[in-house]
């Protein structure tokens, strides 16, 4: 037991020492909106609130503009022989464009995709419950990368 404590705090030690930080925690600086989110596609409720729950900070002023484009398709992957669908696929396709509001010109423009698939069930109101919640994960999938894709970006263009 002794050992483990000892090995434990020698990790943590070390690990302080040579500067690691976890790029992901809310501490970090890394992924950090300097932009304002703008929707503009007309999306059912569920995309719309997913939308705002990830971009609910970039509210503020700012001179730059991420202006999203966000594409909903409800696709049968499974028939069954009396011609009802038992599954379907979720697919957000989601286009985005950083805009620079001072110099009044597109800086990066990129796409990112989610998918969720949901069960037909028994009833109509159990089986909307399971679309609405499997078009929120794929939502959530497809939007969470464009802050990425933007730090990649900027990242790459100051080499």
Do not use: H
């Amino acid at each position: 037991m002794i050992k483990k404590t000892v090995l434990f705090l020698f990790i943590v030690t070390l690990l302080i020492q040579c500067g690691f930080q976890p790029i992901y925690s809310e501490k970090s600086n890394v992924i950090k909106t300097n932009y304002v989110a703008i929707l503009t596609s007309e999306n059912s409720l569920a995309v719309k609130e997913v939308f705002n729950s990830i971009f609910r900070n970039s509210t503020q002023k700012s001179n730059y503009q991420l202006k999203i484009n966000i594409i909903e398709q409800d696709l049968p992957i499974v028939t069954n022989a009396d011609g009802t669908i038992a599954k379907y696929r979720i697919d957000i396709s989601t286009n985005f464009m950083l805009f620079d509001n001072i110099k009044n010109k597109e800086i990066f423009s990129d796409y990112s995709k989610g998918f969720a698939q949901y069960e037909t069930q028994t009833n109509n109101y159990d089986t909307e419950q399971k679309r609405v919640e499997a078009k929120k994960i794929a939502t959530s999938n497809s939007l969470q990368l464009i802050p990425i894709k933007i730090e990649n970006f900027q990242s790459r263009k100051g080499e």
